[in-house]
């Protein structure tokens, strides 16, 4: 507990003033003021200490996605199960895009009244496409003389993904081109996953309910989700870029592109290049909810300055495709292939 050592002195001493003026004007009436100074202090203080052990903090986020130009909008709710209100709440926060980290801590003032809830709407902006992340990181709650503060840490962190609105992108089509030998032909299962399982990870935002290994999740008191194996060569996988400066046109032509291929019944992967671990993931798409699922996870992506980076990471390593759409910004680049090798 924070004690404010000049608020304290400074009432102590317009006390001691007040007894000094008794004295010297000899005014004995003026008497009846000192027991409430004393006493209203001691109350308070009481008081506070009481109501402080049963307030709570909650949020949420209000929607699941929004589009740019639209706040996204989060639910701050705080509860008081005291018979006492405090007026002097706050809550410290910070709130970034997170391809644009911002660690700036903000404080809020909040209202907490007596015996029940209290809510209100808080909405964040952003400018460019991305995962709108608000993290509420502490509570201060404070006396009504302010001579104490009471600080509880909070560890509340919701997010809300912003999409553009679709821009349009230069038509690319989307039927296969073959070389070679027929074995590469694939006009079915485009991208097929198996049921057999590579591997097992941990949960990651944005990963597909589907995929979550409920009995291990269940044993280990952690969300593990199943990774699983390609049964062929992927025939469409779209490659886009997390060039930072580009991110709002890049993101708003791969909603637009990915739509369009779901309109028209296409199955194809998107390729998701995390340069700070160099690894590929690549997530199947078949609707719009997966897609919208895939876009989240693209927005967990670090960004870079590079504007051809993962098309040349994926060049340079051993990933199989027949068609690779790459996008960078607004421009939309074709390449057919069968397999790319080292």
Same mark, same amino acid.
């Given at each position: 507990?924070?004690?404010?050592?000049?608020?304290?002195?400074?009432?102590?001493?317009?006390?001691?003033?007040?007894?000094?003026?008794?004295?010297?004007?000899?005014?004995?009436?003026?008497?009846?003021?000192?027991?409430?100074?004393?006493?209203?202090?001691?109350?308070? %203080?009481?008081?506070?200490?009481?109501?402080?052990?049963?307030?709570?903090?909650?949020?949420?986020?209000?929607?699941?996605?929004?589009?740019?130009?639209?706040?996204?909008?989060?639910?701050?709710?705080?509860?008081?199960?005291?018979?006492?209100?405090?007026?002097?709440?706050?809550?410290?926060?910070?709130?970034?895009?997170?391809?644009?980290?911002?660690?700036?801590?903000?404080?809020?003032?909040?209202?907490?009244?007596?015996?029940?809830?209290?809510?209100?709407?808080?909405?964040?902006?952003?400018?460019?496409?991305?995962?709108?992340?608000?993290?509420?990181?502490?509570?201060?709650?404070?006396?009504?003389?302010?001579?104490?503060?009471?600080?509880?840490?909070?560890?509340?962190?919701?997010?809300?993904?912003?999409?553009?609105?679709?821009?349009?992108?230069?038509?690319?089509?989307?039927?296969?081109?073959?070389?070679?030998?027929?074995?590469?032909?694939?006009?079915?299962?485009?991208?097929?996953?198996?049921?057999?399982?590579?591997?097992?990870?941990?949960?990651?935002?944005?990963?597909?309910?589907?995929?979550?290994?409920?009995?291990?999740?269940?044993?280990?008191?952690?969300?593990?989700?199943?990774?699983?194996?390609?049964?062929?060569?992927?025939?469409?996988?779209?490659?886009?870029?997390? %060039?930072?400066?580009?991110?709002?046109?890049?993101?708003?032509?791969?909603?637009?592109?990915?739509?369009?291929?779901?309109?028209?019944?296409?199955?194809?992967?998107?390729?998701?290049?995390?340069?700070?671990?160099?690894?590929?993931?690549?997530?199947?798409?078949?609707?719009?909810?997966?897609?919208?699922?895939?876009?989240?996870?693209?927005?967990?992506?670090?960004?870079?300055?590079?504007?051809?980076?993962?098309?040349?990471?994926?060049?340079?390593?051993?990933?199989?495709?027949?068609?690779?759409?790459?996008?960078?910004?607004?421009?939309?680049?074709?390449?057919?292939?069968?397999?790319?090798?080292?």
């Amino acid at each position: 507990m924070k004690k404010h050592w000049l608020k304290i002195i400074t009432y102590i001493g317009g006390v001691f003033l007040l007894l000094l003026v008794i004295l010297i004007l000899e005014q004995p009436f003026l008497l009846l003021l000192l027991p409430p100074l004393i006493v209203v202090p001691i109350l308070t %203080t009481m008081l506070f200490l009481r109501a402080s052990k049963y307030i709570s903090v909650q949020a949420s986020g209000q929607m699941p996605y929004v589009e740019l130009g639209n706040p996204a909008v989060f639910l701050i709710e705080s509860t008081n199960k005291s018979s006492i209100p405090l007026y002097l709440c706050e809550v410290k926060f910070h709130a970034e895009n997170l391809f644009w980290p911002n660690k700036q801590i903000h404080a809020l003032s909040i209202p907490v009244k007596a015996k029940g809830k209290s809510s209100f709407e808080f909405p964040v902006e952003s400018t460019i496409p991305g995962m709108i992340s608000l993290t509420l990181t502490e509570l201060s709650l404070s006396d009504y003389l302010h001579f104490f503060t009471i600080t509880k840490p909070l560890s509340i962190k919701m997010e809300i993904p912003v999409f553009p609105a679709p821009a349009g992108c230069p038509p690319v089509s989307t039927a296969p081109s073959f070389h070679g030998e027929e074995e590469y032909i694939e006009n079915d299962l485009k991208g097929a996953v198996s049921s057999d399982i590579k591997e097992i990870r941990e949960y990651r935002p944005g990963d597909r309910i589907q995929r979550i290994h409920w009995k291990l999740s269940a044993k280990m008191d952690d969300l593990f989700v199943k990774e699983l194996s390609h049964t062929s060569v992927l025939s469409m996988v779209i490659l886009p870029e997390v %060039t930072f400066s580009d991110i709002k046109e890049t993101t708003a032509v791969l909603l637009e592109l990915t739509q369009r291929l779901i309109k028209e019944e296409e199955r194809f992967n998107l390729c998701l290049y995390n340069h700070a671990t160099c690894e590929f993931e690549y997530l199947v798409i078949t609707d719009k909810e997966e897609n919208l699922e895939a876009l989240t996870r693209f927005y967990y992506l670090p960004s870079y300055e590079g504007k051809e980076l993962a098309r040349d990471a994926f060049f340079s390593s051993s990933q199989h495709a027949s068609t690779v759409i790459h996008i960078a910004g607004s421009k939309v680049e074709r390449i057919d292939l069968e397999t790319i090798v080292r």
